[in-house]
């Protein structure tokens, strides 16, 4: 027998942003799970930032996406068919084959996961990927300190809003955080316990961000001009985690660097970039102690998520472009 599904290809590589017509809905037919296998129907896709990267051909920590393939990324789904003792039909699973309805997994690439304590899409977002990098950065890479003053850009997003909850949550003095809406800048400080947060659109961030300096960590999800404005807003010996730079993520040419890089020396700063799987490796015990106390700061409310959510397969590509532009407060995701 086989599964009828639906899955979207990406059919040429954009330049700049991506454009609808740079990606495909194509029907597919799955066969039955070979031994060791299990085949997933999805219930949730995320849509992330890196996956701009891969969408172009060139060198970097994840190989490009294949065109006229389906394309790749975290998902969440149910077990209807299983080839592997280890992963019983009906379990909810998370794994790494999204934008699709169905997936054909290898038993040994999915993870069980418990969605009687916490909604399954948190997995995508707050107990997985997002607030795992928003825990390693803060502590393996930052290497936050009781007292720190911490700025994060990109607050209100899926990594920033993490942060900046769990910088609070481990001792910071004060959390400080940059988004571009007044709705998000309003939930950062209403909602989520920043002390303070700016919308970056109401003028020069670095104009912005001096009544609330100076910060001993950085955590930069933006890059550009937010971070030449950290860097000048930073104490001395600031630690700055760099995470993302999504401002220049659909950029044509070169963006120009910081002009005060300088003040690495006068100030003697640090700042340190990471990719989450791999810091993970460095850090094996970082993992299991984000899922302990990750889990319980969501269980008792101290740590508050929201999502944003798309429904259809058929609205995946406005899910990820709209992620882009700033539409999601919180994670971005897909509910199939
Ligand atoms: P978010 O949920 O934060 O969504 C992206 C957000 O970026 C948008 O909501 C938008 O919010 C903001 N944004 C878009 N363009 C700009 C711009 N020009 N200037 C400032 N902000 C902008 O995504 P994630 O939480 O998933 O990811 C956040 C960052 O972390 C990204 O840079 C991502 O690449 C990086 N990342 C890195 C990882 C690693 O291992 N190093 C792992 C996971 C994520 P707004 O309305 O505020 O503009």
Redesign the pocket.
Known sequence: MTTSTREIHLVSRPTGWPEPSDFRTVEAELDDPAPGQVLVRNTWMSV???MRGRMSDRKSYVPPFALDAPLEGGAVGEVVASADDSVPVGATVLHGLGWREHALVPASAVRVVDAERVPASSYLGVLG??GL?AYV?LTRIAQLREGDRVLV????????SAVGQIARLLGASKVVG????TE?VAWLTEELGFDAAVN?KDGPIGRLLAPHGPFDVYFD????D?LEAAISHLADFGRIAA?????Q?NDTEAAPGPRNMSMFVTKRLTMR?????E?VGEHPDAAKEFHERAGQWVADGRLVARETVVDGLDHAVDAFLD??????????LVRL
């Open positions: 992330d930032p890196y990927m997002p990098t950065g850009s990109g607050a209100a997003g899926a990594v920033g940059s988004a571009g809406s998000k970056y999800n933006v890059g550009g937010h995470c993302g730079a999504i401002a993520y970039g990471f990719i989450v799987s810091a992620l882009m532009r700033g539409g999601n407060t919180g994670k971005m």
